[in-house]
């Protein structure tokens, strides 16, 4: 753009518009004299009165101030904190129709920046339960409340405690839930249980700003094999004294508490982790399963949040890899080694690649119970490795990051040339970048989305490449 270019739009001004499509990231698409401004809450079909609270050359941002002619597409959402809280963006949209837009994103992805060419993209795989899937949920303490309008018209309101989630696109801001529909109905009343005791006990919520007070996260974890309940108080210092009456409390209360932990971050950073992890009462793990395997899973391991949709996910990563037991597979960005071990059932060797020393320690365990001795891994740069194992693999098998596959991995890839690859991503923008260099040496056959996170807009996609001849 030139240095004269004039905006269409003007921050702060009002606009009508009408939304024409999703966004990876959920938001809506409309557009001002060609000009995009992406529209929190928008979904195709609303023509809507919106107010421009950002503005860059290529794209604006806008919020909702009325729905003039509310889109088909548009359902009232069954939680009461859908408007303020960070934690689903999709809840006013219907299910199936969540599904159509996953598959659409993906194939816009495909489409631009640049063409990817005809590639079948499958329906989406949807889940059964698109409410209460979620074994792993993470709530944040706050020593003030985040208040809603409704809140600040009633006087009888506390700010000073909070125990919930992030408004959006925010830090600091932290909105009180007692119930959130992703999560068991179990695991709500915990939530509910421990908000009202650390309250009567006195117990003090850690300040965001000021780093001051005890309390910082409660993450329940939850077996959906079992339906045991792992509840971890995450502290600013030791609290073992403190906690311990509430762990005993929670085991008598519940018989699905099974393990109650304190982890301690003494650090400003805001996450869920940290230095030393103290058992309150119970067991220091709870167990699940994904398809015949079960894994233990502590306070701070990674496990998948949706555990049902991971075996859709896994088996559909090995219906494209298509083994016939004669195969090397190398697997990339092999975590705990969860599809790891579901290939190794079909192929003749596996390697698995993985930085982190603790998740590949986690994946010799794991192969250990299930006598699996056909895997061989690696812990370090996945770059280097790659380039000094001389077995070369006939079927590759890679689950990056959000970023995507470094350049020197993919390079890597279209040099040793395996026949078949299958592609993992969370993210449709960076899985399509990749594809779009993979495609000097491999046609993209297909590709699957896998719905892990109903009522929020992240999709999971599955990518089927096979090596071109000659």
């Keep these: ?7 269409p739009v003007k921050k702060g001004h009002d606009y009508t518009v009408t939304i024409e499509s999703l966004a990876f990231g959920g938001k809506g698409v409309a557009r001002v004299d060609d000009y995009v401004l992406f529209v929190r809450r928008g979904l195709p079909g609303d023509v809507c009165r919106v107010r421009i609270t950002k503005r860059k050359r290529s794209f604006g941002e806008a919020r909702i101030l009325s729905i003039e002619q509310p889109s088909p597409l548009r359902i009232q959402p069954p939680c009461a904190y859908f408007e303020w809280c960070g934690g689903c963006t999709w809840q006013n949209m219907s299910y199936s129709n969540q599904l159509l837009q996953k598959k659409t994103i993906v194939e816009q992805s495909f489409k631009r920046p640049d063409d990817l060419g005809d590639v079948p993209v499958l329906d989406t ?4 339960t698109p409410y209460g ?7 944040s303490f706050a020593d003030r409340k985040w208040l809603t309008p409704e809140d600040l018209d009633n006087p009888d309101i506390s700010k000073a405690f909070a125990l919930g989630l992030h408004v959006p696109g925010t830090f600091d801001k932290i909105l009180h839930i007692e119930h959130c529909l992703l999560q068991s109905d179990t695991a709500n009343t915990i939530l509910k249980f421990i ?3 650390v309250q009567d006990a006195g117990l003090p919520a850690y300040g965001i700003r000021s780093h001051e007070g005890l309390l910082r996260f409660l993450v329940l974890r939850q077996s959906r094999a079992s339906g045991e309940i792992m509840v971890n108080l995450v502290t600013s210092r030791d609290a073992r ?8 409390e929670l085991r008598e209360r519940f018989g699905e508490v099974s393990s109650v932990v ?5 650090r400003k950073a805001q996450i869920a982790q940290g230095e030393e992890e103290f058992l309150l009462a119970g067991k220091s793990v709870i167990s699940d399963t994904i398809g015949p395997f079960r894994f233990d899973i502590s306070a701070n391991s990674f496990f998948q949040t949706n555990t049902a ?4 996910l896994y088996n559909t990563a090995l219906e494209f890899a298509a083994l016939s037991g004669r195969e090397t597979v190398w697997d990339l960005y092999c975590g705990t080694g969860t599809i790891t071990l579901f290939l190794a059932r079909r192929a003749k060797k596996v390697y698995g690649f993985e930085i982190v020393e603790s998740a590949i320690k986690d994946a010799r365990n794991n192969a250990a119970r299930y006598d699996i001795d056909n895997v061989q891994w690696f812990a370090g740069d996945v770059r280097e490795h790659m380039t000094a194992l001389e077995e070369r693999p006939d079927v590759l098998v890679t689950d990056p990051p959000r970023a995507g596959m470094h350049p020197d991995v993919v390079e890597t890839l279209l040099r040793i040339r395996p026949r078949r690859i299958v592609y993992v991503s969370c993210n449709p923008t960076t899985l399509a970048r990749d594809l779009k260099i993979l495609q000097q040496a491999y046609t993209v056959v297909k590709a699957r989305p896998v719905d892990m996170f109903p009522q929020t807009y992240h999709i999971e996609t599955v990518a089927l490449l096979e090596v071109k001849p000659g």
């Design 1 to 7: 753009m030139s240095e004269n270019f004039v905006y």
């Design 125 to 128: 795989l949807a889940c059964e």
């Design 133 to 139: 899937y979620r074994n792993k949920m993470e709530f």
């Design 195 to 197: 908000s009202r005791y």
């Design 241 to 248: 004294k403190e906690l311990t009456p509430l762990a005993r």
């Design 262 to 266: 304190n982890t301690v971050n003494s």
């Design 309 to 312: 949709q991971a075996e859709k």
